[in-house]
């Protein structure tokens, strides 16, 4: 059987990054966490992930530079990253954009959103049940801090 895909989540706050986690995992999908920039690097380059959904508030290094430095190396620079912010879309977000980054999602996030976006660009391994076949989502809006 052909490994699950891998989705790497950077989220500094706790519980959020745990919600996103669990819906993630329950999708089909194996997750790798970072709490912060600098150990997203860490992350991306340890646990080789198809894509990574990208705070844009860290600590440390915010999500868009932290972007840029996976773009910027090439071991990381193929892997495609989507920012979930609470931010409005702005400096950071076009910073973001610029550096690489696909899209911008804003949170709080509708989990079928969710689903959708990383289906669309890393659909998962044998996943073909429809969203409404399956069990419900432990949250219909995920609550996230910036
Ligand atoms: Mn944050």
Redesign the pocket.
């Known amino acids: 059987m052909a490994r699950k895909r891998k989705i790497l989540i950077v989220?500094?706050?706790d519980d959020?990054r745990y919600l996103l986690a669990l819906f993630i995992k329950r999708l089909g999908y194996d997750v790798a966490e970072a709490a912060t920039g600098l150990a997203a690097l860490d992350q991306a380059r340890s646990t080789e992930p198809d894509l990574i959904l990208m705070?844009?508030?860290?600590p440390g290094i915010p999500g868009d530079e932290a972007t840029a430095r996976l773009k910027a190396n090439p071991p990381t620079s193929h892997i495609p990253v989507l920012i979930l912010?609470a931010f409005h879309d702005g400096e950071q977000t076009n910073r973001a954009l610029a550096a690489g980054a696909l899209k911008i999602l804003h949170k709080p996030i509708d989990g079928t959103k969710l689903q959708a976006v990383l289906q669309q660009y890393v659909p998962a391994e044998g996943e073909a049940t429809p969203v409404a076949a399956q069990e419900a989502p432990p949250a219909r809006r995920l609550p996230?801090?910036?």
């Not at 705070?55 to 860290?58: K, R, V, W, Y």
């Open positions: 989220e500094d706050n959020c705070d844009l508030g860290l912010t996230c801090l910036p």
